[in-house]
């Protein structure tokens, strides 16, 4: 069964970047089946998706965060990872990877969540 | 973008009763929606996929249906366990979420 971890620093400063990384064990992440994806949730607010990338390395992104985004893969370590821009309060929130089943496009598997607040 | 809308935001409901969930697309999503539970300080699970179909494990109180832009989520009997907080899915949008709390 693929499971998925989150790591990365719990407290960033607002304009800095924020940067997290998802492990994936149980599962290659070049094998195909899945998009690899980055979703957000603010205290007590809904589920927000931030983007995607697929084992080629193509990605897609939320418009509203686009400018702010990236999402890459390392598939030596199987891993992908988080960077968001100019970070502001308004960032705060858990942040989850999952993995996006190809096909049937639902996020089988969820990481933990990691808790991020932007604060100086 | 195609927009997802649940009702209600909130629901009270007590164990044993019948609950019913509904999510409306913005345009026709086909059968291409996914229903997911939540609970406090954990991930989303999936409990339906494809509008219908039953993930794995997931107990069978548990059923969706609809097609084209409105769908449903039926719990049969409520279970204490089942308090949580649903969303409905598609592609990379999802609904504002239904929290179910106990009557």
């Known amino acids: 069964q693929v499971q998925l971890q989150e790591s990365g620093p719990g407290l960033v400063k607002p304009s800095q970047t924020l940067s997290l990384t998802c492990t994936v064990s149980?599962?290659?992440?070049?094998?195909?089946?899945?998009?690899w994806s980055w979703i957000r949730q603010p205290a007590g607010k809904g589920l927000e998706w931030i983007g995607r990338?697929?084992?080629?390395?193509?990605?897609n992104y939320n418009p509203s965060l686009k400018s702010r985004v990236t999402i890459s893969v390392d598939t030596s370590k199987n891993q992908f990872s988080l960077k968001l821009s100019s970070v502001t309060a308004a960032d705060t929130a858990v942040y989850y990877c999952?993995?996006?089943?190809?096909?049937?496009?639902?996020?089988?598997?969820w990481g933990q969540g990691t808790l991020v607040t932007v604060s100086s | 973008d195609i927009q997802m809308t649940q009702s209600p935001s909130t629901l009270s409901a007590s164990v044993g009763d019948r609950v019913t969930i509904t999510c409306r697309a913005s345009q026709s999503i086909s059968s291409w929606l996914a229903w997911y539970q939540q609970k406090p300080g954990k991930a989303p699970k999936l409990l339906i996929y494809k509008a219908s179909s039953l993930e794995s494990g997931v107990p069978s109180r548990f059923s969706g249906s609809g097609s084209g832009t409105e769908f449903t989520l039926t719990i049969s009997s409520l279970q204490p366990d089942d308090f949580a907080t649903y969303y409905c899915q598609h592609q990379e949008t999802f609904g504002q979420g239904t929290k179910v709390e106990i009557k």
């Open positions: 999952a993995s996006l089943a190809a096909g049937l496009e639902t996020f089988d598997y």
């Open positions: 990338i697929y084992t080629s390395g193509s990605t």
């Open positions: 149980g599962g290659s992440i070049s094998s195909g089946s899945y998009y």
